[in-house]
């Protein structure tokens, strides 16, 4: 731009921004894809060789939670950690314990339940007591069985709440 810009001026150098803005975006996109497929052939052969637990490269976690509006919605996260993680069954607790390693900061109880009951509402999860999982994990049968137990429980709390 010239030591004394016009409207014009100052409209291309913005255009300029947006435009390189745009192709950083798409840059950190096809990064963060890459990372996630990484993540993944990292957790399966870190498992393979017996470790298997697998952070997230903290460098990568600071740059994403900088951006602003770029950050992954809470129930997209969740429902990463219950698709990635070795085991079919976490307890909350264990759900915000990897959000937390995932963001880089403390995420909260608060955050997390109301998520959890959302996605449960949803029916991208299922709950057994404190355990949650991810709906597509729990085969048909384990799932048809969770539910008889969980209308089993309502009715037997339905006659005591009456009373």
Known sequence: MSTNP?????KARRAEIAN???LVLARLEALKQEDQELEVA???L??????PEVLP?????????????KSPRTADMI?????????VWSTANEVRDDLSRKKGAEVPMSTVSPTLTKLKTLGLVVRDGLNVA???????????QLELQN????????????E
């Open 20 to 22: 390189e803005t745009s």
């Open 151 to 162: 209308e089993a429980a309502e009715a037997q709390e339905a006659p005591a709440s009456a």
């Open 57 to 69: 490269h903290p460098s990568l976690t600071k740059a994403l939670s900088r951006i602003p509006g």
């Open 6 to 10: 016009n409207l014009s001026d100052v």
């Open 42 to 44: 990292e957790r399966v």
């Open 134 to 144: 991810l709906t597509e994990r729990v085969d048909g049968e384990a799932r048809l």
């Open 79 to 87: 429902l990463s950690t219950l698709r990635t993680s070795p085991k």
């Open 46 to 51: 870190s498992r393979l060789a017996g470790h």
